[in-house]
């Protein structure tokens, strides 16, 4: 949970609508444990962090299988379905802030990354006020969560462009990377070997 030093609203964004082409089936669907499928560890630990907005941003795809599945969520998450993955990551940043209601920072976590550490997103926001950028750093290497400011969240909705690359716009902001002991920030599931190597 967060400590007192870091208790202001947040909001999260989770990116899950990705067409998973090598991997073959949806990420989100993606076995964590006996209880959790990706999605919902996700989800439960920024519930348990005070997150009291979460936007998921999914495909068709990730919606049918939620719904055939009976997945069900707290009434703090919404399911925004982007009907165009092909137009990449910009896109469903953009739907997903878009539908938040809240004026906060917001955290953007990839569904392929299913860890969720909460003394990174402790560090996170506590640098929040630094920088309208603030991305986990381990070994010298940038990761994921990233913590983006009112302002770019905002501009993100307000851009005309669907298609933008999602690095290259953060570009033009202010940023800062925080250091953290924990190399799974680094993450990425694409494939079932890459998946078989974290959950064995």
Known sequence: MQNNKTKKEFSVIILA???SSRMGIPKLSLKYDDNNIFIKHIINEYERFGCKEIVIVVNETGKNYLTENKIKFS?????VINKHPEWHRFYSLKMGAKSLS??????VHNVDNPFVNHEVLNKLLISSHKADYIGPEFNGKGGHPVLLSEKIKNDVRSTKEDQLHFK???NQYPKRRVKVDDEKVLVNINTLEEYRKYFK
Request: aromatic content about 12%; charged content about 35%.
């Open 17 to 19: 609508a990705g067409k």
């Open 75 to 79: 009434d703090n998450v919404k399911i």
């Open 102 to 107: 809240k004026d906060s920072v917001v955290f």
């Open 168 to 170: 290259e716009f953060l």
